[in-house]
């Protein structure tokens, strides 16, 4: 198996690359503090095909490969892993819509959101289910009309800024196969948001609880079949899973750089401090786990995009180690930084920030954990 890069995905990872060192990574302090990312700036990045990655051409996409996406959430998150990552959810919420809407629903949702003059939001956690997701209790009772949505979704990324909202709910009996996916529109009356949320990191992302009380969704608004929106939700998680990884893995590498930059210019003892050999070693381990956690979201993705048949085992197992090691590189190169890590010029500090959380969302590692072992187990009773 080859690992390099064809000529075409290099030139896909050099473009997202330039696109952010020239449009997010210059004003990404900026927007952590303003809470919030310009819409200008997403319009220009879904200019470049990056609001539809892996949606076909035939809806308007860009109609590129799962891997081909990681090395665009690699690239992007080296300038801000929290403005890639928006852009992940968004790019999971526009392929749910092509892959499972109606020809009706993607006419009509499709151009905007391909464009990004139409942001997208991903519902699937409430205040009493995460991790135990098909325990949602948001429900949509059948009208003449459509659906009546009531309840609450929690820590919803672009919770009142984005337009529409992916919402998966209760349709019918308790378990998975009762709950279906609608489509809210910012502005139906019921739909209401919570306070931002005050985070850790992935500050630049407006976050909030995103609350339906009697919101009124017309019957054209389901998306696909009712009591599939929970398959629907699984699948769009093994993408989004190696996303997140991607995304996390890119910040790793952001931290990386700045480090072997730092450790040629700081002095100790009479010498930059990157001619000690016990860091010297830090950095050899390192540069080796990053290694190893790319080829390994590579191959993750790779299957995802042949449809193997434990595509999702690796796309938990990639999302699970991916995340940890990049966490793990982000916090040594804070520590190799000494002091000055900890201070926000450097830019560090926010990178460990804002990766922490890529280890909790899509699937806690706890979880990636639990689908792995449930795998394993079951290709040995095969």
């Known amino acids: ?70 090395l665009v959430f690699e690239a992007l998150s080296m300038a801000c892993p929290s403005v890639a990552s928006f852009i992940s959810i968004h790019n999971m919420c526009t392929w749910m819509v092509s892959s499972y809407g109606s020809d009706e629903m993607k006419a009509r949702l499709l151009p905007d959101l391909v464009t990004m003059t139409k942001i997208a939001s991903y519902c699937l956690t409430e205040p009493g289910s995460g991790s135990d997701a098909s325990a949602l209790r948001t429900r949509a009772e059948r009208t003449n009309e459509g659906y009546k949505l009531n309840g609450t979704k929690a820590f919803i990324s672009g919770g009142g800024f984005s337009d529409l909202y992916l919402v998966m709910t209760r349709t019918g009996a308790d378990g998975p196969k009762g709950i279906s996916a609608v489509i809210v529109e910012n502005g ?52 989004g899973r190696l996303n997140i990884a991607a995304s996390a893995l890119g910040g790793a590498q952001s931290a990386l750089d700045k480090t072997l930059t730092y450790m040629g210019e700081r002095q100790a003892f009479g010498k ?59 916090n040594d190169a804070l520590q190799l930084h000494g002091g000055y890590g900890y201070l926000a010029d450097y830019g560090v500090e926010k990178i460990v920030r804002d990766l922490r959380v890529h280890q909790i969302l899509e699937g806690t590692n706890e979880i990636m954990r639990v689908i792995i072992s449930r795998a394993l187990l079951s290709e040995r009773a095969a």
């Open 1 to 70: 198996m080859d690992f390099e890069l064809n000529e075409e995905q290099q030139a896909i990872f050099d473009m997202a690359r330039e696109f952010g060192a020239e449009k997010i990574a210059p004003f990404a302090a900026k927007w952590e503090k303003q809470e919030a990312i310009p819409r200008e700036v997403l319009e220009e990045a879904a200019a470049l095909g990056l609001a539809s990655i892996y949606v076909p051409e035939s809806d308007g996409g860009s109609g590129l490969t799962r891997l081909d996406a990681t």
């Open 272 to 330: 930059s401090i990157d001619q000690f050999q016990a860091l010297q070693f830090r950095l050899a381990d390192m540069e080796t786990e990053m290694q190893a956690a790319r080829i390994f979201l590579r191959q993750a993705a790779s299957k995802l995009d042949r449809k193997a048949p434990d595509a999702s085992k690796y796309c938990a197992m990639a999302k699970r180690f991916v995340t940890d090691t990049a966490f793990n590189v982000a």
């Open 188 to 239: 139906t009356a019921g739909l209401s948001f919570g306070a931002p949320e005050d985070k850790m990191g992935w500050r630049s992302q407006p976050t909030s609880e995103v609350q339906f009380d009697d919101c009124v969704i017309p019957a054209e608004n389901l998306l696909g079949d009712e009591g599939a929106g929970f398959r629907y939700a699984m699948s769009g998680l093994d993408g």
